[in-house]
């Protein structure tokens, strides 16, 4: 009864290749995000999602792209993987309030 | 542009003392501030928040202290038990809390 999930926790795959991380959060909240955690360890936003609509979109590459196909749900799509997208990636969600539940990450390792 | 520092990368304290971790921030539009405890391998928890009209807030043994005009704040733990040993972030959003900006962690240690 995992609050946030993420699948899969790790991932290892070649540069150019095209990948997908899914989260699914079950507390009823109306927002998400996903954040990057770089080698420098800092958690930054890339995108945030209420009620399946793009509320927030940083400047992240084109290359990623975020679906959510109703609000406990918010995939992230990365295509032509490369060297420096290797990181760990958080989910979160919040209702109303402002504290953000975290998914366990994904270890995205690009060789 | 980093609105929110931790200065401190790590921090080591003995078991029973106060751990005493600070964050500076920059962006006088933030209205909130929360603090995070990361385990290796786990996601950010949240763990104590306060708003800027106060100037403390407690819950146990987490006390987090904000000091609007030097932009600073600070989570004291005491005492410190070594399952408090994880990574610490300072966050801070605004009114609307729909975004956080978080500082780069402190990692403590607290020893038996």
């Known amino acids: 009864d995992t609050a946030v999930s993420q699948t899969p926790k790790y ?22 995000y996903w954040y990057k955690q770089d080698s420098k360890k800092f958690l930054k936003i890339m995108f945030s999602y209420n009620n399946k609509e793009l509320i927030i979109n940083e400047t992240v590459p084109n290359r990623f792209s975020p679906k959510s196909p109703d609000k406990a749900h918010l995939n ?25 539940y975290f998914g366990p990450g994904t270890r995205l390792t690009v060789t | 542009d980093q609105q ?12 029973g003392r106060i ?10 539009m933030f209205d909130y501030f929360l603090w995070y405890k990361k385990y290796p391998a786990e996601g950010p928890t949240f763990l104590i928040s306060i708003s800027s009209i106060k100037d403390k807030n407690e819950d146990g043994r987490f006390t987090v202290f904000l000091n609007k005009s030097a932009k600073h704040l600070s989570l004291h733990i005491v005492p410190s038990q070594p399952g408090d040993s994880a990574v610490y972030f300072c966050a801070a959003t605004g009114t609307s809390g729909s975004r956080l900006t978080f500082g780069e962690g402190t990692q403590l240690t607290v020893n038996p």
């Open chain 2, 4 to 15: 929110v520092k931790q200065n401190s990368p790590s921090l080591s304290v003995q078991e």
């Open chain 2, 19 to 28: 751990s005493i971790l600070n964050c500076d921030y920059t962006n006088s």
């Open chain 1, 76 to 100: 992230l799509h990365i295509n032509s993987l490369e060297l420096g997208d290797s990181a760990v990636y958080f989910c979160a969600s919040k209702d109303r309030g402002l504290e953000q």
């Open chain 1, 11 to 32: 991932l290892v795959t070649q540069m150019g290749n095209d990948k997908s991380i899914k989260c699914e959060q079950n507390l009823g909240h109306d927002t998400m």
